[in-house]
């Protein structure tokens, strides 16, 4: 195992379809690939061919999402039904960032892009157990109730695309996880289920900076097509997202991640009047059942300011 490329170990992630396995494998290539950094000794990037869609258990059942039964967040049996749905985003997140590793290897990158990707597959699949941990404590687990049948479809509309791939996965639909995460985490905390108030928290507090890392990596590439990034990214999501992008937003955390609000706004719903309140436990559900919906991939709120993720950027060439 000692000997493999970074590529190679994301198609080992990306062919385990047991998700405690799964997410035990990406931590331990995460692990070997930041040791290596440290040590003065990277492994090699390598080359893989990822298959079109990643191994998945046998459960949960994966539905239309016009079939997925909803509930009431006001009840245990809700409340459940919302941690499996993170944790169903959180192990298709770490898919995806692993598949963004082995798919793009023929276009040529900084290291840094590799760190960053790795660290966030790294987050996502703590964040996957912690949502199991939380789900096994209260009499449930991952795969007992049916999930999204739609999470992998922006991976494979962009599989050709880097910078499309960019756009909507970190940009767009984490980018969502920003707006109604508030929202769920008041749910919890009303319910008194600490523990997922505390797995919810550390998620939010942690894992956007995926959305920064999108911007970061596609204003890279941007600057090295001589694009502007504005223009491109919306070029890029009317190609690619299925829909408009659904408000309210939180604009504060966007602008925290890169993401201003000129991106997002020419492309939301038009019939959504700009200045309503973000998603709060009171109006989170149709903000929230749209996220669920219409949207994939892992969200996560950035803990550092926009300046510190973009230190030491690489001149684009």
């Not at 790795?118 to 991952?142: I, P, Q, R, T, W």
């Not at 928290?201 to 911007?215: D, K, T």
């Not at 009317?238 to 955390?253: T, V």
Request: net charge negative; glycine share 6%; hydrophobic share 40%.
């Amino acid at each position: 195992m000692n000997d493999l490329s970074l590529a190679e170990r994301a198609l080992d992630v990306l062919t385990c379809a047991d998700g405690r396995e799964k997410t035990a494998r990406s931590r331990a290539h995460a692990a070997a690939w930041f040791a290596a950094r440290k040590a003065g000794t990277p492994m090699p990037i390598g080359s893989a061919r990822p298959p079109l869609q990643p191994a998945r258990p046998e459960r949960p059942e994966l539905l239309s999402p016009r079939d997925v039964p909803r509930r009431r967040p006001g009840t245990r049996a809700g409340r459940q039904a919302l941690l499996h749905a993170v944790a169903h985003i959180e192990l298709n997140a770490v898919d995806l960032h692993w598949d963004i590793i082995a798919r793009f290897t023929d276009v040529p990158m900084p290291i840094g892009f590799y760190d960053d990707w790795v660290a966030a597959a790294d987050e996502e699949s703590k964040h996957f157990n912690l949502m199991c941990d939380c789900l096994e404590a209260d009499g449930s687990h991952y795969g007992a109730l049916p999930a999204h049948a739609g999470m992998w479809r922006a991976a494979e509309d962009t599989a050709e695309d880097l910078m499309g791939r960019l756009a909507v996965v970190p940009m767009v639909l984490e980018a969502r996880g920003l707006d109604v995460t508030p929202g769920m985490i008041e749910i919890f905390r009303k319910a008194g289920a600490t523990d997922a108030v505390a797995a919810l928290e550390v998620i939010y507090a942690e894992e956007v900076g995926h959305v920064a890392y999108g911007s970061k990596w596609f204003h890279f590439l941007c600057g090295r097509h001589e694009l502007d990034p504005k223009e491109e990214f919306h070029r890029l999501v009317q190609r690619y997202f299925h829909g408009a992008l659904k408000p309210p937003f939180n604009e504060e955390k966007r602008a925290d991640a890169g993401l201003p609000p000129d991106f997002y706004w020419p492309l939301a719903d038009e019939t959504w009047e700009r200045g309503a309140p973000p998603a709060d436990a009171q109006t989170l559900g149709t903000p929230f059942r749209r996220f669920f919906a219409e949207t994939a991939g892992a969200y996560a709120i950035l803990r550092h300011p926009l300046p510190k993720r973009f230190a030491g950027v690489p001149t684009p060439r």
